[in-house]
């Protein structure tokens, strides 16, 4: 009994020191993985998709309820069940359809801005796997004098990319070079432009909230501003028609000459506009 005794109790030690470390080491590693921020990236993670799978299984639930209580109100309400006292039979199911229909719109509702945060969450924080969405280019408020041209910008961008895309195919003997020379220096034009939008911008917001005899000067920025969008926009575009005209005519000299020439000119556009983006800043 005493041999017994003595292994009974050193398997019941052995046991007990093993859950002991097997604990400690969960503590310690849940310890670590506190600071840890893909840790709670995804624990955040995970509890909005939580959040979202018993929102929408709640809404879809009393919207269930609540289409049978109106299955319910119907039948009583054409004396299809038999019932003692009609009226008060459709006044219970119509007040319970309410109840129930207020709490599935409250659901859905709750579904779609937890669906919402989702988006928001995966947008800043883009799941392992995924490519990070290339950020969005806002365009300026409604009212303001630098939407339009930004709204112009985005459409010569996408013209452009397509006729790029066009003069990059091996049909044409148009030099890699030369292509990737028009995407830099796009992309340059295209930077210094949104720069001078956002100027154009904050000079606006000052200009409304300036006292009335001095916004004069602000005025007249807005209108400066404006013009020198107006100028980089058109050289742009200019590209865009140099370089489409290089697609429909690709055996001809004279269109590839005309593309050089509307890339340098608009590089030099490029360069102008930052200098002045450059100068304000500094003022």
Avoid at 30 to 48: F, P, W
Avoid at 112 to 140: C, M, N, Y
Avoid at 236 to 250: K, Q
């Amino acid at each position: 009994m005493a041999k017994l005794a003595r292994l009974a109790n050193r398997y019941v030690n052995g046991e007990v020191a093993q859950q002991v470390r097997q604990a400690r080491q969960q503590v310690q590693e849940a310890l670590a993985n506190r600071g840890d921020e893909n840790v709670r990236i995804e624990r955040q993670r995970r509890k909005l998709e939580r959040r979202r799978m018993w929102a929408s299984r709640w809404a879809t639930a009393w919207a269930l309820i609540t289409a049978i209580c109106m299955v319910f109100i119907v039948a009583a309400a054409t004396s299809t069940i038999a019932q003692g006292d009609e009226a008060m039979t459709v006044a219970s199911g119509i007040a319970v359809a309410l109840v129930t229909g207020t709490m599935a719109v409250r659901g859905m509702r709750k579904t779609v801005l937890v669906k919402r945060a989702q988006r928001e969450f995966d947008r800043e924080h883009p799941p392992p796997g995924l490519p990070a969405a290339a950020p969005s280019t806002a365009l300026p408020p409604k009212g303001s004098a630098a939407r339009e041209p930004m709204q112009r910008l985005a459409d010569a961008e996408t013209a452009l990319a397509q006729v790029l895309g066009q003069l990059s195919a091996p049909s044409t003997s148009v030099p890699v070079e030369s292509v990737a020379h028009v995407e830099a220096t796009s992309s340059e034009a295209a930077t210094a432009l949104r720069a001078v939008a956002a100027q154009l911008v904050a000079v606006e917001l000052a200009r409304d909230h300036a006292p009335p005899l001095e916004r004069g000067p602000l005025v007249d920025g807005v209108t400066r501003l404006r013009e020198q969008l107006d100028e980089g926009l058109d050289g742009y575009r200019s590209l865009v028609a140099a370089a489409g005209r290089v697609v429909a005519a690709n055996s001809a000299p004279g269109p590839k000459q005309e593309l050089t020439d509307a890339t340098d000119h608009l590089a030099g556009l490029a360069v102008a506009l930052r200098e002045l983006s450059e100068a304000a800043g500094q003022s």
